[in-house]
């Protein structure tokens, strides 16, 4: 049996663990220990607390000394999350009495007791909170958090910081709506900048990260007109329209930063509301940086899709008017009432219809007259090619069923699957209502004003046989509408149809085959042989795979970012001789290392003279780094190396930048699924793991266990009085509590042991290779461990009210996962009646 070498933090594992450690993945690995800080300085909330440095400079000692003397008990301290703090009366206790005039000096009158917030603002604020969650854009968050304020009776401001020198005003709602504010105010409040030296206390929000409240009307008018200069000689008018004999100012914080602030005025805001205004402005700062989130994961999808239109755009034989099918389609679409995602859906299938056809040969697409039958069947499987391919990009995977129907007739006579009617999607019946125009217009020899007209009746032929009818007139009505109102759209789309020429199909020499087209066979291999969800290990090795096999490469590896910001590590290769997979290199060390710093390809005709160079293989004599750039962030290397001199030329780099932005993109998509699956399973407020993964490694540590002969433990805990902390101090105060007591499980285990939130007050911990009496004391480190931290409960400073703990061991308690659960609950529950 392997024994426990070491039970404390620190301790070492014995040889059999650490080889049983390569054997199986390590899940703890992937939990980042968590240590939740004070949101300002202890001795701003606190101001009798004293610091570990100024107990060193009192006891003249080393602050690493005192803090190992804190950690023994020698010294009588206590700790939020990784700080330790010391109380000057305890100190003097424990025979320190140079502390004592340190506890005269700080004496501080205390914190009157304040009443509770107003119900119904904390109602109000809750509610438009969860508002502002579910929008998905910045203006409409405002507008919808405004709205329910308003309706409450406070005016609402929105603030957002500007370059780091002040502030912009981005949204007002008044909550009296009939008011004519700007006529008042002298200028409208949207766009007004205002510098942080004319606003210090907005100024301190955004640096200190917490509210602030005015109750003085007088002092809130006079801050007014400092602020904003233009409004000084109508201040007081402003005030009373406002109601402004209150104010509270809140920051948009997002991770650490101020955006910028949420000021709320009114006439009965009280302090006791600075709480939940707070919590209000958490929740809208969260909304408006999911909102950027969801924006920014649309700027990518918008990417991959202008990037494989692009794609298209090399075959000239096709003669693509793409971009203009996507603006006319996608007018349609906001014409007919649909959302902006619907909108984008219709741009996208406009903008990648043709993206089959890259399978096809040029024999059929530069073929005039008809098509015969073995050609037609090619033809009428491009939609079917197109879907496929779009159906391995997560992000396009719901544009496949649009792109495949583009040739389906209203009538049920189309192809590849003969629907009919409204089984066709309206964005796919809108792309061929737009197609079509196209063809009886831009597509004829001779065109003149009336072309468009004349085309539009042309249409209503068509209306029930491959187009729809009621889209068909209301494309109709959009259009001859906008000509009578000479809608700059509109002439524009005449200019541009007066000054075209027909399609046709280009000579030879204009053509890029798919077969000659080593750019295209690349990014074609990669997203054929690409599922739409990879891991990120697969999807890398794939890659440097494909690109060595097309292009004939000695070797091809794609080197990522490291763990640490100053190093690059080498996800995957092809042709190595060994296997160089994690290899680390400093990133201010070898050619790639400088290509990932600059940004920058470089070619090096000979490596034997280049003095960077960093070779793993006699035989290599040049090399070609490039950088894999996405959104302007250099997200890895591809660099590939060849026997021959001067092998690399200006071509290769040609090729590089052509598949490097795809590769980019790939990369990124796998990385942010590789993230998801991550924080998938973790708990978010604790950021331990969650029951889910801890249930996968238990059963892991069985099957090991079983095989190996060994013994393991579990530790089960429940938090005590949780409830009555939420119930007396409020959630925050109760999230604050478990995340305290998250931070001093890690502190009590090793590196090895697995530790999870089992759910609501629940923690539970896996020890690997730990027998019962070990188990044991690390049972009761846990319990003397907790009882030393503190968390903050508003303003005042709480002991964690305790812990029940309950202890199973495998095989001895149970030979399963459940069995163990379940012997570990029922002791713990034993415990918590004793103790009762």
């Known amino acids: 049996m392997v024994r426990r070498s070491g039970i404390g933090p620190e301790g070492r594992s014995s040889t ?26 202890l001795a701003m909330k606190l101001p009798k607390l004293l610091s570990v440095e100024e107990v060193a400079a009192g006891i003249r000692r080393h602050p690493e000394v005192v803090r190992r003397q804190a950690r023994d008990g020698r010294l009588p301290a206590e700790k939020i999350g990784r700080v330790w703090f010391f109380r000057p009366e305890r100190l003097a206790e424990a025979g320190y009495t140079q502390f004592l005039p340190t506890m005269a000096s700080s004496e501080t009158p205390p914190i009157p007791a304040t009443d509770p917030p107003t119900e119904s603002l904390v109602r109000v604020l809750g509610e438009a909170g969860l ?59 949207v766009g007004t900048v205002i510098p942080f030296d004319r606003a210090p206390i907005l100024h301190g929000v955004c640096t200190t990260l917490r509210p602030h409240y005015i109750a003085d009307a007088d002092e809130l008018v006079g801050r007014m007109a400092v602020a904003i200069p233009a409004v000084a000689g109508n201040a007081r008018r402003v005030s009373e329209l406002l109601h402004m004999s209150t104010m509270i100012a809140a920051p948009l914080a997002v991770a650490d930063k101020a955006a910028g602030v949420i000021v709320v005025v009114g006439p009965r805001l009280r302090q006791a509301d600075l709480p939940a205004v707070m919590a209000f402005a958490n929740q809208t700062a969260a909304a408006l940086e999911t909102a950027r ?24 034989a096709l003669h693509s008017r793409a971009s203009e099918h996507a603006d006319l389609a996608e007018r349609f679409a906001e014409h007919l009432g649909f959302d902006q995602a619907r909108q984008r859906r219709v741009r996208y299938t406009a903008l990648l219809q043709d993206l089959g056809k890259l399978s096809l040969p040029d024999s059929i697409l530069k073929k005039r007259g008809r098509l015969d039958p073995e050609e037609r069947a090619l033809m009428m499987a491009h939609p079917g090619v197109a879907a496929d391919l779009l159906g391995r990009f997560a992000s396009l995977a719901d544009l496949a069923p649009l792109v495949r129907a583009h040739h389906e007739w209203f009538n049920g006579e189309g192809y590849p699957d003969g629907l009919r009617g409204d089984a066709i999607a309206a964005e796919t019946r809108i792309i061929s209502i737009v197609n079509a125009f196209f063809n009886v217009t831009f597509d004829l020899p001779f065109k003149t004003e009336a072309t468009v007209d004349e085309g539009l009746q042309e249409l209503t032929r068509f209306a029930g046989i491959n187009l729809d009818p009621a889209l068909t007139e209301s494309f109709a009505a959009m259009c001859r509408e906008a000509a009578s109102h000479k809608a700059s759209w509109y002439q524009q789309m005449l200019d541009a149809l007066l000054r075209s020429t027909p399609s046709v199909p280009a000579g030879p020499k204009d053509i890029l085959s798919v077969a000659d087209s080593r750019e295209l066979r690349i990014i074609y291999r990669i997203a054929q042989e690409t599922n739409a969800v990879l891991d990120l290990g ?5 890659i440097v795979n494909i690109i060595r096999d097309v292009m004939g490469y000695y070797m091809v590896s794609i080197l990522l970012p490291g763990d640490r910001a100053d190093e690059l590590r080498v996800g995957a290769h092809s042709g190595y001789a060994i296997d160089i997979t994690g290899l680390t290199i400093p990133t201010a060390q070898g050619i790639t290392g400088w290509v ?30 490039f950088p894999l750039i996405s959104r302007g962030r250099v997200v890895g290397v591809l660099n590939a190396e060849s026997q021959h001199a001067d092998a690399f030329s200006e071509a290769d780099v040609a090729l590089m930048s052509a598949v490097g932005s795809q590769l980019a993109s790939y990369l990124e998509v796998a990385q942010s699924h590789d993230t998801l699956k991550r924080e998938a399973g973790h708990d978010p407020l604790t950021r331990l793991n969650n029951r ?44 604050a509590l478990l995340r305290e007591v998250s931070n001093a499980l890690m502190d ?27 188990a044991t004391i690390v049972a009761q480190r846990i319990s003397d461990g907790i009882a030393r931290h503190r968390f903050m409960a508003g303003r005042e400073l709480l002991q964690i009210p305790g812990v029940s703990l309950g202890v199973a061991t495998f095989p001895r308690d149970g030979a399963t996962a459940e069995e163990l659960l379940a012997t570990a609950d029922a002791t713990l529950y034993r415990q918590k009646r004793k103790a009762s």
């Open 293 to 316: 989130l969801l924006d920014e994961a649309r700027q990518t999808e918008e990417a991959a899709v202008l990037a494989l239109a692009a794609t298209i755009e090399l075959r000239d």
């Open 692 to 735: 889910r993964l801890f249930l996968e490694r238990i059963q892991q540590e069985v099957i090991r266990a079983a095989a190996a002969a060994e013994s393991f433990s579990i530790v089960f805990l429940d938090v005590d009085e949780l409830k009555r902390i939420n119930d007396t101090y409020g959630h925050l105060a109760g999230d």
């Open 131 to 189: 508002e502002a969650l579910r929008r998905p854009e910045q203006d409409a968050i405002f507008d919808a958090v405004g709205r329910r304020l308003a309706e409450a009776g406070f005016s609402m401001f929105v603030f957002l910081v500007a370059d780091g020198t002040g502030l912009r005003c981005a949204f007002r709602r008044v909550a009296e709506p009939d008011s004519d504010f700007e006529k008042v105010a002298g200028q409208p409040a």
């Open 748 to 774: 009590a285990v090793r590196g090895e042991d697995v530790v999870a939130r089992y759910g609501g007050d629940e923690f539970v911990v896996l020890l690997p290779a730990t027998p019962a009496p070990a």
């Open 538 to 542: 697969t999807l890398l090795s794939r």
């Open 596 to 625: 990932f710093t600059h940004g920058t390809p470089q070619v090096i005709p000979d490596v034997k003279t280049e003095p960077r160079y960093i070779g793993l293989d006699e035989k290599v004599r040049s090399e070609l780094a």
């Open 16 to 41: 059999a663990v650490r080889r049983r450690k390569q054997d199986l993945p390590s899940l703890q690995g992937a939990v980042k220990r968590r240590v939740t800080q004070p949101s300002v300085p």
